[in-house]
């Protein structure tokens, strides 16, 4: 894996290279590079001028002149190139390129979509909707982007082979099981923390901040987080708390992470009271889930991903089926949901984002119940069907509502029963400590149905 690299942007007009270079510029800090801005720059008028006075032959002689010049100045100091849609249809152009750093193709929107696009931006160059036309040779770019988000504090990017331009080992904190598979990093890393909830723990957070004591981590500076959920959540909350605040990158590396934890600010660890009770509110500035990641993990941890997927589908309404390994476009549709729902609500303070705790109450109570031996995801595939029976009790729910949703969560081979020794009575206890609590009354979200999720207030 080999970091700090120029990275390339490309895709058809209009699919965001641009927009994206400038939000990675602003949020890690390096140089941008827009070639059409310096062909226009260079030629003394604007593209669709070069166009219709000289030609498209003519235009391209100029690009390739402008990239070759782009590309030296990128040499010493890496930094984020956003080319034009054709740019790389020149062979030459594309292996220069791809010498001198990594090549990433932004999937296009819809023809509609990006027609629309096209049409609206002033002073678009004259080549009309190329994006058809050009998918064979768009397809052909293995490192793609499949799409990102802005949020006010977050700049997230989902896609392909992406992380090894960002990563800095020596400010990055990895899980155990990441650090086996890529020990040349691991080597240098800031710190290494052994994988699983039951590590979860206040004691781990301390040993994050003697690592950045012993690294000289200052106010100014940045640390990373390269693992699962536990590793984000810990390494966020260690970020939150050191020197009252520094700014951290994230780099989930489950499934489950890239769909839940990853984004959406909250960091903390458990207690032996209760899951997430000390925390604080702390958004990584630059979320990067790369799906190679996935091409390492087994079969369950899979499983146990698609828990929350599942959950994202039922507040969204959309009963959709899931790939056996997701693709990265899967994954950016799916934490679209959740995001659409974080933007309306970042810090609770609505009601809005208790919608993402559907299945969650019962859930941690489970995880707790059993000493973590069940997976996260294991425990909201219970804890959604039980809440969802919980729901038909109240006649919220349609009473073959509970069997079909534990239906889809079997077909993805996750559990849906509590497991023996365990019911709902006996976790009222556990319930009780939620952070949700008022008094001996928990707001529970309850799954009533596909695209219905209602908040409920139940005296346990």
Known sequence: MKTNRTIFLYGPPASGKSTLAKALGETTGRKVFDTDAWIAERAGRSIPEIFAAEGEAYFRDLESSVLQDCIKVNKQNPGIVALGGGTLLREENRNACEEAGIVFCLEAPSPEELAKRIASQAGSRPLGDKARERAPHYASFPNRIASFFMLPDSLIVVGTGIAECFLRPERTVFDGNVSSLYPELSKKALGVILSGEVNKTPQTVMNLWHCF???????????????????????????????????????????????????????????????????????????????????????????????????????????IAISSIPTAKEIAENLSVKLAVVKEDPFETNGRRMMLNCGHTVGHAVELAMKYSLSHGEAVAIGCVEEARLACKLGYASKEWPGELADKFKEAGLPTELPDGLSFDGLKAIMRGDKKRQGNSVTFALPCGWGDVRLAVIDL
């Open 213 to 319: 004591a012993e690294a000289g981590i200052g106010r100014r500076d940045l640390v990373m987080a390269c693992g699962g959920g536990v590793t984000g959540d810990l390494t966020g909350f260690a970020a939150a708390t050191w020197m009252r605040g520094i700014s951290w990158y994230n780099f989930p590396t489950t499934m489950l992470s890239m769909v839940d934890a990853s984004s959406g600010g909250k960091t903390g660890c458990d207690l032996p009271e209760g899951k997430n009770l000390a925390g604080a509110f702390h958004s990584p500035r630059l979320v990067v889930i790369d799906t190679h990641f996935l091409e390492t993990l087994p079969e369950k941890e899979l499983q146990v991903g698609k828990a929350e997927m599942i959950k994202h589908q039922i507040i969204d309404g959309r009963n």
